[in-house]
């Protein structure tokens, strides 16, 4: 008896272990097959419970329109091999999908949706997506996920548990931005059967995957700040069917979920015509091209009128309104007899015009660009500085933190609903470092005259003259602010009859210091550092005449040294003892230089600038 009673007891646990469903990836879609989807209307149907061995009914589900979900290769999505090489690897994605569904993001218009997947069997992974934004232009956006977002982890058992964490950032130049992060957990958390109107299913295995979406998006005109969704996805999949036989969606309201979508598994079937719209752009001005976008469903068949005695009956039209004023569109959609009617109105208003300057011409890292709005009949603006730094004020200003060319756009806009776009590029040339051309020093009695010149566009932001009496340790003397004339010119009257060196410590518009070279000043120079250079400014190919005192009969060396710190001339004249006048040809373009009189070949001892015209 005990024996009988123990195969018994096997007999019946071997039946409940193979009542539970075991889901593979050969259960799954496949490349060519089509699924139809019924969208039911949303009650407070209690879709959570769950357990082993459950019964789930939902045969009185009531549908208002169906999708139609076709699986296809991912080749075959609308890309050439050129336009995007990675769907054209299958050990990238081998799977895709589209319902050919019609929505809106704040200005624009989401159509052509396609999913890719890698399917295999160790799971269903998504991998890509991709869509066509059109607003002004239509675009065909890519997003290649840098990590993966796991559907199903195959073969699929009862308390199966995984996870992932997705995501992709895709930007289109001064026109497009998405970032996503998408985090899923997901457990198979029930098993039994399924009863839907389409039919009864014996070998439901359910899956509650919870989401946490982290989205921010930017189209031009318009910005989403970043979107935390908190949701969770039901899903009732049976061995015989390659797509769940029922998914909904529920919404995480904080005190609970909500449910916001029920869609099942059906037959094909016609519904009644259900009409609407979209239409881009949204403030249109006369003569825009406007772009209707059907979102209707179970329709096929369309009448249009545009409220200004035209009409039209294709699915999706376009229209040109010549003149302001508000119009009311009416769309009929039409299917077996049957009609519904969809009415809006549409504001076309009066067109303003962008437009702006900005100072300075050149700007460089780090300077602040000021943006001066020109715009005509604007009451408002949006800026978007090609950085991704965007301002709404009327006239901005801004900051370059790099080298660069960037679009600068301006929209402006008005309580019409006209809008303008005006774009410029600017070049932000890199801010040089802290360039000497010269520094020098000369005493006269008691008196000791550093002077000192800088390459045009150099950095400084200030000096820091520096003395010492040994050549190592040093002392500050006195802190000089920079200027745009880049000439600098400092006394020291504490030197004494000694031996005294010379540095400056050189401050950057980033806080970063470097020295120049040391000098050093005893006795006095044969040539006095009073150094007249007539006429200056000159024209070009005018004689070049220096006028100078010496103590001595001796030689020298004359240098020009142009803005940019390169030497144009270097020549060794003989000087003699009292004043001293010699002309140089002048052979220079026009701009500005440094002249100096180097002796000893090393010790500059006069400087000047010098100005060709």
């Known amino acids: 008896m005990r024996y009988t009673f123990t195969i018994l007891f096997f007999g019946l646990f071997l039946h409940f272990v193979n009542a539970q469903s075991t889901y593979t990836q050969n259960k799954y879609a496949v490349v060519g097959d089509t699924e139809r989807l019924t969208i039911a209307t949303i009650d407070s149907t209690d879709y959570y419970s769950t357990g082993a061995n459950y019964t789930w009914k939902f045969d009185s589900l009531k549908g208002v329109s169906q999708d139609t979900l076709t699986f296809r290769d991912p080749k075959n999505a609308g890309f050439t091999q050129s336009q995007w090489a990675y769907l054209f690897n299958s050990s990238n994605v081998n799977l895709s999908s589209t319902n050919q569904q019609t929505n809106t993001i704040g200005p624009a218009t989401v159509t052509n949706q396609n999913d890719f997947y890698q399917s295999n069997a160790g799971g269903l992974v998504q991998k890509a997506s991709s869509f066509t934004l059109t607003s002004g232009i239509s675009l065909n956006i890519k997003n290649t996920f840098t990590t993966v977002d796991s559907i199903y982890r195959f073969p699929l058992n009862y308390n199966d548990t995984f996870s992932s964490a997705a995501g992709f950032t895709t930007s289109v130049a001064f026109i497009y931005y998405n970032k996503e992060t998408l985090k899923r957990a997901t457990k198979v958390d029930g098993w039994g059967t399924l009863i839907t109107p389409y039919g009864t299913f014996k070998n439901c295995l ?24 908190n949701y969770r996805e039901l899903k009732w999949i049976d ?26 598994l059906d037959v094909k079937k016609v519904y009644p015509p259900m009409a609407s719209f979209v239409y881009r752009p949204l403030n249109p001005s006369p003569s825009d091209t406007i772009s209707f976008y059907n979102t ?26 010549t003149n302001a004023g508000v119009y009311t569109v009416t769309l009929i959609a039409l299917a077996n007899g049957i009609s519904d009617t969809f009415t809006t109105q549409i504001t076309v208003g009066f067109k303003p015009t962008a437009l702006f300057t900005y100072t300075p011409a050149t700007p460089k890292t780090t300077d602040t660009i000021f943006f001066k709005n020109r715009s005509l009949k604007a009451t408002g603006y949006y800026w978007n500085f090609g950085d991704l730094d965007t301002s709404t ?13 960037y679009s600068v756009t301006l929209i402006a806009f008005n309580t019409k609903g006209g809008y303008d776009t005006f774009v410029v590029k600017i070049i932000v040339a890199p801010t040089l470092p802290i360039k000497l ?16 010149y800088t390459a045009q566009g150099s950095n400084e932001a200030s000096f820091v003259v520096e003395r010492s009496c040994n050549g190592i340790n040093f002392t500050n003397l006195a802190s000089i602010a920079s200027n745009t004339q880049n000439y600098y010119e400092y006394t020291d009257a504490n ?34 550092n009073k150094l007249i250079v007539s006429p200056n400014p000159i024209t070009s190919k005018e004689s070049i005449k220096l006028q100078f005192k010496s103590t001595q009969n001796n030689s020298i060396n004359i240098q020009i040294v142009g803005i940019d710190g390169k030497t144009v001339l270097n020549k060794k004249v003989e000087i003699v003892g009292g004043n001293n006048i010699i002309s140089l040809q002048n052979n220079l373009m026009r701009g500005i230089y440094i002249l100096n009189l180097i002796e000893g070949g090393r010790k500059i001892v006069a400087t000047s600038k010098l100005v060709i015209n």
């Open 206 to 229: 359910r899956l509650t995957s919870n989401v946490i979406r982290y989205d921010s998006f930017a189209v031009t005109g318009y910005k989403i700040p970043v979107v935390n969704q």
């Open 239 to 264: 061995t015989s069917k390659g797509y769940p036989v029922l998914t909904v969606t529920q919404t995480n309201t904080g005190n609970g979920y909500t449910t916001t979508g029920v869609e099942y």
């Open 296 to 321: 209707s469903l179970n329709s096929k068949t369309y009448s249009w009128n545009f409220g200004d005695s035209t009409t039209s009956t294709t699915a999706n039209p376009t229209h040109i309104y």
């Open 393 to 405: 004020a009327t006239s901005p200003y801004h900051i370059y933190s790099k080298a660069g060319t």
């Open 437 to 452: 051309i010269s520094f020098i020093g000369s005493k006269i009695g008691n008196l000791t005259t550093l002077k000192w």
């Open 495 to 528: 030197c004494g009859n000694c031996i005294c060196y010379y540095r400056l410590k050189m401050i950057d518009q980033q806080n970063k210091i470097s020295y120049s070279s040391t000098i050093k000043i005893s006795t006095p120079s044969i040539v006095e």
